[in-house]
Structures are given as structure tokens and as C-alpha cells.
């Protein structure tokens, strides 16, 4: 079981606007900045968005972040078929030490 | 330009010890604020955090694992090892050694990773 809360799966039509949300704690989110990864089919994760709302250079403005107390989320405009993927949510945790992920969101373009 | 490559067997028996190298290049563990580390994804399942040695060689383990894990640096050789002890068929996953950077606020990110390699634990 994962220290941060994903949804198992979410679901969009192409041009839709799509939202992933993670739940954490004090320790995590709470005190420290969120990060999102996209993992496309047997590929290694890419980072998509850092501290909680920054794009790495290349990621598409489609794709933005958010965080609120201990919650972050992932909004996705425009959804395309390439966006089917798997999104993971990541912070540092001060209690452990280290990091931690969520259980990860499969992301589904019908 | 930053890439990361994962080395090491593909198949350990149990209780063995599993070593596996990532050999880096496009920059240098001897500068400040660069680290790198290791995570894990079983089949079908989620990324894990293992291990992560920063530039002035701190270390930092996930403590469920932290008995049988061990990071370190060889800095002229761009290379970092991690060692897991006692290998157990839930060890099976793909390993990922990432490029971790901390910005100017004291955040920080896994912003570059390897292709990862699959290790399986099997008698």
C-alpha cells in the first residue's frame, strides 16, 4: 500500500480536460513540494510536472499541476491518444526520510 | 545531455545478493546538489523508492529495506552500486537508477532515469 493516494484508473475522450489527484499527509505533501511522472507502456517514467506546478523543458502547457494543503493534482486539457499512460505522483517524506510515490494512475483516452 | 544506464544480472536464486551498477554521463556526482538513486517497479506495479547517495556521499535507504541495502559512489568512474542482500522472489522488478536534483528552495526531483532492468529472483 502506497503512502500517497492515487486513483486506480481514470478515463477520458479526446479534447477533454482530465484531473488526477493524490492524497498524502503532513509529513509529505503537506511540508515538501509534489512531482508527476508519466510512465507510457513499458517505458521508463518521465518527469512531468516538479514542485507542484513547474514543466520541465518540452512537456506540453496541456499538462499542469496543483497542490492544496495535503492534496496535489494533475490536470490534463485537450486529451490525446498518446496520453494513455500511467501517472504516479511523488514527495519527499519528512517522517521517513525519504521519498515516497502513489499507487499510480492508469489513464485511459476512449 | 544527462542519461543513466542500469547493469547488473538479469537472474539471482534467493538468498543471494544482488549488485547492480548504473554508469552514468552528462554530469558529475561531485557537484553540489546532485545525487543519485535507485527505484524499483515489481510487474504491474508501482515505483519504489530503494536508495540515494548525494554528492557529499550522504545516503539515504528506504527504511523497510534499509538491513539489506547498500548505495555507493565511484565518482572517476561516473558509476554508482547499489548491493540488496538476501533476495527474495518479491524482489523480482524492473530496477531504475534516476538522476535526482535538488533546486534552489530545497526541493528536489528524479529528472532524468535509466531504461531500468529487469531482475528476476528465481530458484
Known amino acids: 500500500q502506497s503512502v500517497l493516494t492515487q486513483p486506480p484508473s481514470a478515463s477520458g475522450t479526446p479534447g477533454q480536460r482530465v484531473t488526477i489527484s493524490c492524497s498524502g499527509s503532513?509529513?509529505?505533501?503537506?511540508?515538501?513540494?509534489v512531482n508527476w511522472y508519466q510512465q507510457l507502456p513499458g517505458t521508463a517514467p518521465k518527469l512531468l510536472i516538479y514542485?507542484?506546478?513547474q514543466r520541465p523543458s518540452g512537456v506540453p502547457d496541456r499538462f499542469s499541476g496543483s497542490k492544496s494543503g495535503t492534496s496535489a493534482s494533475l490536470a490534463i486539457s485537450g486529451l490525446q491518444s498518446e496520453d494513455e499512460a500511467d501517472y504516479y505522483c511523488?514527495?519527499?517524506?519528512?517522517?521517513?526520510?525519504?521519498?515516497?510515490f502513489g499507487g499510480g494512475t492508469k489513464l485511459t483516452v476512449l | 545531455q544527462i542519461t543513466l544506464k542500469e547493469s547488473g544480472p538479469t537472474l539471482v536464486k534467493p538468498t543471494q545478493t544482488l549488485t547492480l551498477t548504473c554508469t552514468f554521463s552528462?554530469?558529475?556526482?561531485?557537484?553540489?546538489?546532485?545525487?543519485v538513486g535507485w527505484i524499483r517497479q515489481p510487474p504491474g506495479k508501482a515505483l519504489e523508492w530503494l536508495a540515494l547517495?548525494?554528492?557529499?556521499?550522504?545516503?539515504r535507504y528506504r527504511p523497510s529495506l534499509k538491513s539489506r541495502l547498500t548505495i555507493t559512489k565511484a565518482t572517476s568512474k561516473n558509476q554508482v552500486v547499489l548491493t540488496m542482500t538476501n533476495m527474495d522472489p518479491v524482489d523480482t522488478a524492473t530496477y531504475y537508477c534516476?538522476?535526482?536534483?535538488?533546486?534552489?528552495?530545497?526541493?528536489?526531483?528524479?529528472?532524468?532515469w535509466g531504461q531500468g532492468t529487469l531482475v528476476t529472483v528465481s530458484s
Open positions: 534516476a538522476h535526482h536534483l535538488h533546486y534552489y528552495d530545497n526541493s528536489a526531483s528524479w529528472d532524468y
Open positions: 552528462g554530469f558529475s556526482l561531485s557537484t553540489s546538489g546532485v545525487a
Open positions: 547517495i548525494y554528492w557529499d556521499d550522504d545516503k
Open positions: 503532513s509529513s509529505n505533501i503537506g511540508s515538501n513540494t
Open positions: 514542485r507542484n506546478n
Open positions: 511523488a514527495a519527499w517524506d519528512d517522517s521517513l526520510n525519504g521519498w515516497v
